[in-house]
Every structure is written in structure tokens, then in C-alpha cells.
């Protein structure tokens, strides 16, 4: 099991390089055998997340807010999980970069046949993942189902108010975005 933080910048250090950060559980994990073997890995769990591997020398402050997520990916599919916690990855990017990261995690969660805990307020970007939905409000269920079932045909007020102001821009009362 992995985990994708929201906001990449404040998960990864920036005392570390790219390579250092991405390194850091394979050596706690004792994966990778000797430093070639992990240098081959960094370098592959770089390139699947889109990045150039010569940039496993840099800091992420010299990275965008999209590549410093894919740097933040690589760093939990370097360890070849089967389950990924997703916090808000895509919250604080703009929307064409949002779209690329959601492509990257569709296409990891294929390739790896991955299991998801995808935690979003963004609904289009949920319903863009997701095969299963659980909809929550002050930390209890509200509804939960198929995401079909849940964005096509809601049953509990509560989740169809969330629908109208995330698909119809219409404001709900009772209903607060964060």
C-alpha cells in the first residue's frame, strides 16, 4: 500500500533530489538489491510517470506543481503496491494539467491492475475514476454504490444536491463546497 498526498509539494523534501526522494522506500523497504538495481528502478518509475530520468538529480522546487505530482507517483509505484490512497492529487492543479494526472492514473491503474481509495470534493474528476462511490458528510455515509448508480441516479438528498452543484453550477442550500 502507497500514498498520494494532496499537495506534492509539501510531501516531498526539498533537502532530497528527485532520485534521493524517490529512492527513500526502496532502502527502507530493503527492495532493489544493490545501487545499480535501484538507480535501474528509480529510472523506470520515473519514466512511467512521464518524467525525464535525468532529472533525478534535481529538487522539486525546480519542478512544476504537475510534475512534482508525477514525482510524488513515482515515488509510491516505485515500491509496486497493489493499493494506492489518493488524497485530493489533482486539487491544486489547473485543469489541463488535472486531466494529464487523471490519464497517468487510469493508465497506472490498468498497466498494474492497482485498487484505488480515490478521496475527491472534485465530483468530474471522481466520476472520471471511479467504479465505486461512497459519499460522505461530516465523516458518516451517506450513500454508497456503483459510480453509475451514484452520479446517474442518486438516492439520498444529500448526494443529490452535490450532484446538481458539481454538474449544474446551481447553488444548493445546505450544500457547502471546501
Known amino acids: 500500500m502507497q500514498i498520494v498526498f494532496q499537495d506534492p509539494f509539501g510531501s516531498l523534501s526539498p533537502r532530497l533530489s528527485i532520485g534521493q526522494i ?25 519514466e512511467e510517470v512521464g518524467l525525464d530520468p535525468e532529472s533525478r538529480h534535481r529538487y522539486p522546487h525546480e519542478f512544476s506543481g504537475g ?3 508525477r514525482i510524488a507517483i513515482a515515488r509510491a509505484m516505485v515500491l509496486k503496491p ?21 490519464d497517468l492514473l487510469r493508465d497506472l491503474q490498468q498497466r498494474h491492475n492497482l485498487a484505488y ?5 472534485d465530483l468530474k474528476v471522481v466520476r472520471a475514476l471511479a467504479d465505486e462511490v ?8 451517506v ?7 451514484i452520479f ?27
Not at 450513500?143 to 448508480?149: H, I, V, Y
Open 22 to 46: 524517490v529512492a527513500e522506500g526502496l532502502k527502507i523497504h530493503g527492495m532493489g538489491g544493490n545501487e545499480d538495481e535501484r538507480e535501474a528502478m528509480i529510472i523506470a518509475a520515473l
Open 67 to 69: 510534475q512534482r505530482q
Open 82 to 102: 497493489r493499493f494506492v490512497v489518493l488524497d485530493e492529487p489533482s486539487s491544486a492543479l489547473d485543469m489541463s494539467v488535472q486531466a494529464q494526472i487523471v
Open 117 to 121: 481509495l480515490f478521496i475527491s470534493h
Open 134 to 141: 461512497i459519499v460522505m458528510r461530516n465523516g458518516q455515509v
Open 143 to 149: 450513500e454508497q454504490g456503483s459510480a453509475e448508480q
Open 152 to 178: 446517474d441516479a442518486p438516492e439520498a438528498a444529500y448526494t443529490q444536491a452535490l450532484m446538481k452543484a458539481a454538474f449544474e453550477l446551481e447553488a444548493v442550500e445546505g450544500v457547502v463546497a471546501t
